[in-house]
């Protein structure tokens, strides 16, 4: 079959693909299903996760943690609501991944029935992002989820969203915006490059806010948003963004952050785990975590899609012939959409 691969070493890795891999094997479970995979989404930093350069998980270094497809042979003893044939759509645990190629296997708690209204490009794009963007704000930040109704009385929640135009970003922006949260309904301010504005406020932002604000003034785009100001930061630029997002947060708020490379904190287990700008503010809460596979979550998402409350992401596709070339334009940044590849021509 035809797979991508990617050739290390991890400090340098090239992208290639390999026309005859070989079919995948299912692991010891028994439980996975095979998917026949039409499309799969490309994170540009997905080239640095330790998972993909794992010689136990991934010892071929095939990427590809999101797919859409159809279901190509279910295991034995599957009872659940799938058949041969169905369209659908995917995580993968990070330990096992390798959808970048025509055949994966999955879990079938990864898996849910693809958004109807989507083109498997358009589906393929979603799971990351989507899963990343409800993990950050409905467990992680907020764990009670979302709530139906809204407290009249209550002031509404005002969120800072960086990276806000990238993949994950806008799924926050979109998720926030159509949900409330213990009651209340979530403002959104938008942290992206001026190009992008206009379509962050399509997809509900309140506020958009240009990293280069204030390139020749003292004040920094902190100051734009406002000190202690937010609620809740969502960080899907990390670095220096990261850095300067703490000032937005209210001392009783909370810092999410998704992006690679994560911060010290989040992975030293010494003295380095506590963040330095959480100095005299222990009521900060701050948490960095990396997202699980979740097909029940996937199945609520691909209602928001398909009732059109949530928009689907921008797609950019090539064929599997060209993914050297679409890894490439993944890494580039300032594209406008997610790149896809496609291991079936669209319909
Ligand atoms: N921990 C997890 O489980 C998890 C899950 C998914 C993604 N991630 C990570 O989260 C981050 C965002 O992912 P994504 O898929 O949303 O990426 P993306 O689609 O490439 O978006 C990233 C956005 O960040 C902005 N940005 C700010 N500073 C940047 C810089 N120095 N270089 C490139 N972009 C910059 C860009 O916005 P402008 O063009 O407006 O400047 C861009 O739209 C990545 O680091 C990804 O690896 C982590």
Known sequence: MKAIQIIGPKSEPTVSLNGSHPLPTPDSSGSELLIRVHSAGLTADELTWPELWSPVHNPTHVPGFEVSGVVAELPPAYTGPLAVRDEV??????????????????????????????????????????????????????????????????????????????AVGSMVVQLAKNSKVMGKEVQVVAL??????????????????????????????????????????????????????????????????????PPAWATDKGPGAVPKELEGRPGVRYIYFIVSPDGETLSKIAGLIDEGTVKPLPVVEFPVDKAVEAWDFARQRGRQGKVVVNFVPAA
């Open 89 to 166: 759509y995917a995580m993968l645990h990070l330990d096992r991944g390798k959808g970048q190629a025509e055949y994966v296997y999955a879990r079938p708690a990864e898996v849910a029935c693809k958004p109807r209204s989507l083109s498997s490009a358009q589906a393929a794009a979603l799971p990351i992002p989507a899963l990343t963007a409800w993990e950050a704000l409905f467990k992680r930040a907020w764990p009670s989820g979302p709530s139906s109704s809204s407290s009249s009385s209550s002031s509404p929640l005002r969120v800072l969203v960086t990276g806000a135009s990238g």
């Open 192 to 261: 992206a490059s001026a190009a992008k504005h206009g379509y962050l406020r399509e997809l509900g932002a309140d506020e958009t806010v240009d990293y280069h604000h204030d390139d020749n003034d003292t004040d920094g785009w902190e100051r734009k948003v406002g000190i202690k100001s937010v609620d809740a930061v969502f960080d899907a630029a990390g670095g220096e963004v990261l850095a300067r997002a703490w000032a937005t947060v209210k001392d009783d708020g909370v810092v999410v952050t998704v992006a690679d490379p």
